[in-house]
């Protein structure tokens, strides 16, 4: 083992360079995640309104708990079926515990409004969540969109405490999640699909 301090210097920017690298390479965001989540939130937001605007109170949270039993499926398939990588990173790990972190705060929202939260204050939070999840992984991957539907979504959740009708609330919910979601989400699978040459419409 060497004493020279110059040397050190050097190999360790070049392990520094070499994990990020590695992360750059390893963490990669297709956008069909956004897409896919956006598209299932914005429909149960809409389902609640029209719900609401045709009378139907007594199935009022239809679309979300259809969105709740989708959403447990495919976190579990996630869980179960997901493929290690072979080399694993700080950035990677650290993703993991953002989206640990987002999921147990969506619960403890979604159990508060079952206990004494109003509902429109519950989904004025969950867009805080949102907006929050949205801008860590919009600087990691540096999406611009997904910043920005950190704002809208930010913005959403103020709108959701001003408003005083929940089916107004649902409407900004389905704004919000169109603007964060499904825009940047469709922008970040157009510029994956160029980067991986995959042919498309």
Same mark, same amino acid.
């Given at each position: ?134 801008? @860590? ?12 539907? *950190? !704002?809208?979504?930010? /913005? #959403?959740? +103020?709108? @959701? ?12 919910? *389905? !704004?919000?999640?169109? /603007? #964060?979601? +499904? ?19």
């Amino acid at each position: 083992m060497t004493n020279d301090p110059n040397l050190s210097r050097e190999k360790s920017l070049e392990i520094i360079h070499q994990m990020i690298g590695q992360a750059r390479s390893n963490f990669t965001e297709s956008g069909i995640s956004w897409l896919l989540w956006g598209t299932m939130l914005m429909l149960a937001s809409l389902s609640t309104y029209f719900l609401m605007i045709f009378g139907k109170t007594g199935q009022l949270f239809m679309g979300w708990n259809i969105f709740g039993i989708v959403s447990i499926g495919l976190l579990s398939y996630d869980i179960f079926k997901a493929k290690p990588k072979k080399v694993k990173t700080y950035i990677d790990d650290l993703m993991k515990m953002v989206d640990i972190g987002f999921f147990i705060c969506i619960f403890v929202i979604i159990l508060s409004i079952n206990i004494s939260v109003t509902p429109g204050n519950g989904f004025g939070y969950m867009l805080m969540v949102f907006a929050f999840l949205m801008l @860590i992984k919009g600087g990691a991957v540096k999406s611009r969109s997904l910043m920005v539907g *950190a !704002a809208v979504n930010w /913005a #959403g959740a +103020i709108g @959701i405490f001003y408003c005083r009708e929940f089916r107004y609330d649902m409407l900004i919910m *389905a !704004a919000a999640v169109f /603007a #964060g979601y +499904i825009i940047p989400g469709y922008l970040l699978w157009s510029a994956w699909k160029k980067s991986n040459n995959i042919p498309g419409k």
